[in-house]
T-cell receptor
């Protein structure tokens, strides 16, 4: 079973619009990470937010974390066609080991 | 060293054959992970190594799957007697432990896409 679940499963927007995707998880975490995957390629790390942080920014990315609700959101502002990819959140639910555990992802399509 | 390298990128095999994939992690990374990813799903954890020690292998999908990292550098994932259901992307990732248990990002290879016909 997968720890994190992203929502929505698919998102289609126009270039310039903002894209928001959410991640819910089940067990307590030390941190939560977001990754991006272009079609048929490996995953690329985007941003890490620690359990004691509520919000983090990196360029056009904004991540929030609500540990009371066990949820996180990733906002991509002023989206570009090149942002088209799948986005995954990763948590570390295994006790005693660090094993990044992924949800099913959100497939984002940005139309030029 | 430009990143995590996986070989081959693509593999087509007949059902019942054995296949072996190789992963070369970033040289200073002592943790190495194997994942399987099917279409429309996220990466599914299989196993991981800390140096040459395999610390978690309960998630390997069956006893047909095995992994090694004999010298703590590259790793191999073998699937014996392949089945059509084994068709998937197999991803390798490596990390270096951070100051806190999980304060590190995982660097992924491009994956090996396996097709069992």
């Amino acid at each position: 079973s997968q720890q994190g679940e992203e929502d929505p499963q698919a998102l289609s927007i126009q270039e310039g619009e903002n894209a928001t995707m959410n991640c819910s998880y089940k067990t307590s975490i030390n941190n939560l990470q977001w990754y991006r995957q272009n079609s048929g390629r490996g995953l690329v790390h985007l941003i890490l937010i620690r359990s004691n942080e509520r919000e983090k920014h990196s360029g056009r990315l904004r991540v929030t974390l609500d540990t009371s609700k066990k949820s996180s959101s990733l906002l991509i502002t002023a989206s570009r066609a090149a942002d088209t990819a799948s986005y995954f959140c990763a948590t570390d639910p295994f006790r005693g080991s660090y094993i990044p555990t992924f949800g099913r992802g959100t497939s984002l399509i940005v139309h030029p | 060293d430009t990143g995590v390298s996986q070989d081959p990128r693509h593999k087509i095999t007949k059902r019942g054959q054995n296949v072996t994939f190789r992963c070369d992690p970033i040289s200073e990374h002592n943790r190495l992970y194997w994942y399987r990813q099917t279409l429309g799903q996220g990466p599914e954890f299989l196993t991981y190594f800390q140096n040459e020690a395999q610390l978690e292998k309960s998630r390997l999908l069956s006893d047909r799957f095995s992994a090694e990292r004999p010298k703590g550098s590259f790793s191999t994932l073998e699937i014996q007697r392949t089945e059509q259901g084994d068709s998937a992307m197999y991803l390798c990732a490596s990390t270096i432990p951070g100051g806190k248990r999980s304060d590190t990002e995982a660097f992924f290879g491009q994956g090996t896409r396996l097709t069992v016909v």
